[in-house]
């Protein structure tokens, strides 16, 4: 096995269309696939440097990036470092490599984060995309939420891409990118996506792309009610990550997952996090979706169209988790 391959399955975190699909346009040459070539290419290609929350993101345009303007791509970037910083009261990690490949089309593509080398994320990105492929991409945020938690064993890969599927919305409502209302509206479409089936074991060792991504989100929606309900409200699940990443300084570390829920607890005061994987990692959890977003007050009216409950028994909850 050639030595980055191992660091490709272990430290390689990317994006999928919610299909399961890559995001990457149907025949687009792929490009930089080995991720020491990204960071040859962070290392000895010009780019620029943005300093935003305590970070430095070095922004590198491959190869030049022929036809891809600059201007949008920055503001981009910008946009989607405030987001972290406004859910973990910084920058993550204080370098990060970003390196950006043109490719035909008009939205944001594929993408894959490592932390071998120091964190970095290759992403690709249409010549033809304009502001509001900007506005609307997700993709861009959930890659630099990889970067904020230590990286984990496979076997829990669903702790990672469930924690970036989670937090990504939330941290682009926090700047007001996205409402409250579209928030809730994709975890209730999602999260369906990652109940187990019949035959289904627990977490750990998932490669269900469902369970990998809805279902760890899942599991760290519950994770935000055990801690509020254990802690009666006066600590959150921002405060559990914001501890794991400033102990850990983030994807350039290696932890178990075991290690991630005792130093999240020890931030809140409780054991909500290290009882509730001890579920999920071994045992198929069903979760009944209907009840647990009644509690929350999300709820659909009658024509479709979601509504939220302020009288629910954890409506504040849901308030204070889209706020700042």
Not at 123 to 131: K, P, S, T, Y
Not at 144 to 163: C, F, I, K, S, Y
Not at 174 to 199: D, F, N, S
Not at 287 to 310: C, H, K, P, R
Request: glycine share 12%.
């Amino acid at each position: 096995m050639a030595r980055f391959d191992r660091r490709a399955v272990l430290l390689g975190l990317g994006a999928t269309a919610i299909g399961g699909a890559s995001l990457a346009g149907a025949g687009a040459a792929p490009a930089y696939d080995d991720p020491d070539t990204l960071y040859a290419a962070l290392r000895n290609q010009p780019g620029d440097q943005l300093q935003i929350g305590g970070g430095t993101i070095r922004l590198v345009f491959a190869d030049g990036a022929q036809g891809l303007a600059r201007g949008p791509v920055l503001a981009w970037v910008r946009t989607a470092a405030m987001a972290l910083t406004a859910y973990f009261g910084r920058y993550p990690v204080s370098d990060h490599g970003l390196l950006i490949i043109a490719e035909p089309g008009d939205r944001v593509g594929h993408a894959t984060t490592f932390g071998y080398a120091g964190s970095a994320t290759r992403i690709h990105v249409g010549m033809d995309a304009g502001r509001a492929a900007f506005d609307r991409d997700w993709v861009l945020v959930h890659e630099m939420v990889h970067t904020a938690l230590p990286d984990l064993p496979r076997r829990a890969l669903w702790l990672q891409e469930g924690n970036a599927t989670y937090v990504e919305p939330i941290a682009r409502a926090l700047i007001g990118q996205l409402t409250p209302e579209a928030v809730w509206q994709a975890a209730a479409a999602g999260m369906a996506k990652g109940i187990p089936r019949a035959g289904d074991a627990g977490m750990d060792g998932t490669r269900a792309w469902g369970r990998l991504y809805w279902g760890g989100a899942l599991f760290w929606l519950l994770a935000e009610i055990s801690i509020y309900r254990d802690t009666k409200g006066a600590r959150s699940l921002r405060d559990a990550l914001r501890h794991i990443n400033r102990m850990s300084g983030g994807n350039t570390a290696t932890w178990s997952p075991e290690q991630l829920m005792m130093v999240g607890d020890a931030a809140i005061g409780a054991t909500s996090l290290g009882k509730l994987y001890s579920r999920f990692a071994t045992t198929a959890v069903s979760t009944d979706l209907v009840d647990l977003f009644q509690e929350l007050g999300i709820v659909t009216g009658a024509n479709g169209q979601l509504m939220l409950d302020n009288r629910a028994p954890l409506a504040r909850l849901r308030a204070r988790i889209t706020s700042d």
